[in-house]
């Protein structure tokens, strides 16, 4: 009788290597230069655009600081905040869809189906009515309320989903009624507060770019710029975790662990976003599938996620600023994009289950 080799133990590290890491095929190369550069075309149109159209020529100069003071004015100072807070709220809105929907593994997992974002929202609400009642106005900055008020939504859906693992149809269904309970919260929380205070409040929450600027880029540029990269470190993780469990802890990965670790990227990506711009309805979920087909692939590629993500913030925001009678906020067209799109996910999943 022949003994059996004697099992060798393997170090976390050689583990660790052992794990599916993203290869760069060229279809996934391909989406991903494609949408960037789609990305930059869609941005010089959208600082060419405004009262008066800008050349590409002035535009250039612009830019530069040179041309027509009045130009330079409208392209620096006007345009080209809003411009890229489109961009970076619609990346980070883009990621963190991307990043939640693979973890979940649920093309409907998003921060605004989950509640994430009406978690944000209530805290920020939360802050102007304190001021609006008499309370202490700045003690909380709008940034930091919205990370609280997205990382407490979170936690109190993995508690309520507990048993759940943090994936599958349980986490889902958690997050829709945490999201309805919160949503009513900030609707009682603008019954409380001056008609100015909750006018101003109303427009925030469809989500809106206007008489928006750099105070309000700077943190979402700061949180993207920390956060996307340490979500493009972890994505030979995040492709482990599309197997089993058991398959994943076999390759020396906690698998409960790391999707507690990208969830907190996706979940501080998506407060920070709805901290400047509101909870612009349906990015993230859009996003993140139309990177997925995009690519071809089963997990979703963060910065094919991210480009989409800022590709379809600006490209709405332009036309609710330029090509309609009066402009709109950002969120009522990503909604009218968003609803559609939501219903046809539902559709398509009830269909391929067989469901009646």
């Given amino acids: 009788m022949i003994a059996a080799p004697p099992r060798t133990r393997r170090s976390p590290r050689a583990l660790r290597s052992l794990l599916p890491r993203p290869r760069?095929?060229?279809r996934v190369v391909a989406a991903v230069l494609g949408a960037w550069l789609f990305l930059?075309?869609?941005?010089?149109?959208?600082?060419s655009l405004g009262d008066e159209a800008t050349s590409p020529a002035a535009l250039w100069a612009a830019l530069q600081g040179r041309g027509p003071e009045n130009t330079v004015y409208a392209v620096l100072e006007v345009r080209l905040p809003r411009v890229v807070?489109?961009?970076?709220?619609?990346?980070a809105f883009g990621v963190s869809g991307g990043l939640s929907q693979s973890v979940l593994r649920n093309p409907l997992a998003s921060p605004d189906v989950l509640g994430i974002s009406a978690g944000a929202s209530v805290a920020v609400v939360a802050v102007i009515a304190i001021g609006s009642l008499g309370g202490p106005v700045g003690v909380v900055p709008v940034p930091v309320a919205a990370l609280v008020g997205g990382l407490g939504a979170a936690a109190l859906i993995a508690l309520l989903a507990l048993g759940g693992a943090l994936r599958g149809r349980r986490i889902l269904l958690v997050g829709i009624a945490l999201s309805a309970a919160l949503t009513a919260l900030t609707q009682f929380l603008l019954t409380r507060i001056d008609v100015y205070d909750a006018q101003r409040s109303a427009a925030w929450l469809t989500g809106s770019l206007n008489a928006r600027g750099w105070g309000?880029?700077?943190?979402?540029?700061?949180?993207?710029?920390v956060l996307v990269p340490a979500a493009l470190v972890l994505a030979h993780t995040n492709r482990a975790l599309l197997f089993e469990d058991d398959v994943v802890a076999g390759w020396g990965v906690r698998p409960g662990r790391a999707r507690a670790v990208l969830l907190v990227i996706a979940v501080c990506l998506a407060a920070l976003a709805t901290s400047a711009a509101g909870p612009v309805a349906f990015v993230a979920l859009v996003s993140g599938q139309v990177a997925r087909r995009l690519a071809a692939v089963p997990d979703i590629p963060p910065l094919l996620a991210g480009a989409a993500g800022a590709s379809l913030v600006l490209v709405a925001d332009t036309v609710a600023r330029t090509a309609l009678p009066s402009q709109l906020p950002v969120g009522v067209l990503t909604g009218l994009v968003g609803a559609p799109y939501l219903l046809y996910?539902?559709?398509?999943?009830?269909?391929?289950?067989g469901t009646p």
């Fill in 40 to 47: 930059v075309v869609v941005t010089a149109v959208a600082l």
């Fill in 24 to 26: 760069p095929r060229s």
């Fill in 216 to 225: 309000e880029a700077m943190p979402v540029l700061v949180g993207v710029a």
């Fill in 85 to 91: 807070l489109a961009m970076v709220v619609g990346a």
């Fill in 345 to 353: 996910l539902l559709q398509r999943r009830r269909s391929t289950r």
